[in-house]
């Protein structure tokens, strides 16, 4: 298809395995914006047959970090992807560094990099590829007044060169606009870079997730990161009030 498909796609359910957009929990650590991010100590963290992505959304909810996720994309939209998989394991009195290390080991298709503000959790095998949507360079791209992250975002898209890419902006509760009007030049920056600034734009605790296939990605902004156990507790919670 020559013709790049934009969306906004409204209450949208994605990456089943993580909820987005809820309000955070109370942090159990207040350390996440010191500079030494990475040697703080995690005191535990635990998997109960829970995937490695539910262990980022706790050490988001505990306050030892913000994220990017990276999916790994199908070769087709409508293709099949195997589930993740699920562990029984157990980490006590690691450096968060040492954390992340380690739940890259338990499922080594992923990586983690770091971000100027965000931790990268990144498929592994295109780490390092130049050819991988989020690691090409923007020569330059401009921003004038933009209040919006997703309008921002689609724009940071456009101005790569090459065939024009195939991407839909998810948004499922939550809002995308700016604090302020954002005027900005950002000149050799990857997408993922130019992703980060403008998520910072958002917020200072925004993220993203990336998702969906070779042909076709998914992405959406974040808040905060809640783990699939939590999510049913809360939602429980709600069902079981009266209703006013």
């Given amino acids: 298809m020559d013709l790049s498909t934009i969306l906004r796609i ?40 829970e995937d490695i992505f539910q262990s980022f959304a706790k050490l988001d909810q505990m306050g030892f970090a913000k994220f990017s996720l990276e999916r790994l994309l199908k070769p087709k939209l409508a293709s099949p992807l195997p589930p993740d998989p699920k ?15 380690w739940l890259c080991s338990l499922d080594p298709r992923y990586a983690w990099m770091k971000g100027a503000r965000l931790v990268h959790i990144v498929p592994r095998a295109i780490r390092d590829d130049p050819h991988c949507l989020l690691n090409r360079r923007i020569p330059i791209v401009e921003f004038k007044n933009e209040s919006d992250g ?38 050799d920056i990857t997408v993922r870079e130019a992703f980060e600034l403008i998520a910072a734009q958002i917020g200072p605790d925004v993220g993203w997730q990336l998702t969906g296939s070779e042909d076709f990605r998914l992405m959406m902004f974040h808040h905060s990161l809640v783990p699939r156990s939590e999510y049913e507790k809360q939602r429980k919670l709600r069902m079981e009030q009266p209703p006013t």
């Fill in 10 to 49: 409204g209450s949208l359910a994605f990456a089943a395995s993580i909820t987005a957009w809820h309000a955070p929990l109370i942090a159990q650590n207040e350390t996440a914006g010191r500079a030494d991010l990475y040697t703080q100590i995690v005191p535990a963290l635990e998997l109960n047959d």
């Fill in 87 to 101: 562990f029984y394991a157990r980490i006590e009195g690691e450096t968060l560094q040492e954390v992340l290390d």
């Fill in 150 to 187: 997703g309008n921002a975002a689609l724009a940071a898209i456009r101005h790569l060169p090459g065939p024009i890419q195939q991407i839909a902006l998810l948004q499922a509760g939550g809002s995308v606009s700016f604090a302020k009007p954002w005027t900005a030049t950002l000149q």
